[in-house]
Nanobody, 124 residues
Framework: QVSLVESGGGSVQAGGTLRLSCVAS?????VAWFRQASGKEREGVAT????????RYAASVKDRFTISRADDKNTVTLQMNSLKPEDTAMYFC????????????????????WGQGTQVTVSS
């Protein structure tokens, strides 16, 4: 069984930064971050996959968020800059052993393993 543990959430003012980390119990082909705001559906934020660390981002966070994988390959970080109040949500780490070659790689159904989540709150 794969475990994922998130950390790094918190409260910041608009324009601030936060860094989320996800530590997996083993190497996973793909690790992604999702978020779910109160009363809204879960949405994919960013994913990193393959040994080449290819990345994909949601349009709403592109150029503000950066996903990366540490040298130990079991830790994935989401650097969040220029945070906005609309970024407020519970953030979840998710992992998959494989991904399709095309299509929406930020679809929740593609990811088998999920962490418990960490809260991010951005105030205006």
């Amino acid at each position: 069984q794969v475990s994922l543990v998130e950390s790094g959430g918190g409260s910041v003012q608009a324009g601030g930064t936060l860094r989320l980390s996800c530590v997996a119990s083993q190497y996973m082909y793909s690790v992604a971050w999702f978020r779910q705001a109160s009363g809204k559906e879960r949405e994919g934020v960013a994913t990193i996959f393959s040994r080449y660390n290819v990345t994909r981002y949601a349009a709403s966070v592109k150029d503000r968020f950066t996903i990366s994988r540490a040298d130990d390959k079991n830790t994935v970080t989401l650097q969040m800059n220029s945070l906005k109040p609309e970024d407020t949500a519970m953030y979840f780490c998710a992992a998959a052993n494989s991904l399709p070659s095309g299509g929406n790689l930020l679809a929740a159904y593609l990811y088998t393993y999920w962490g418990q989540g960490t809260q991010v709150t951005v105030s205006s």
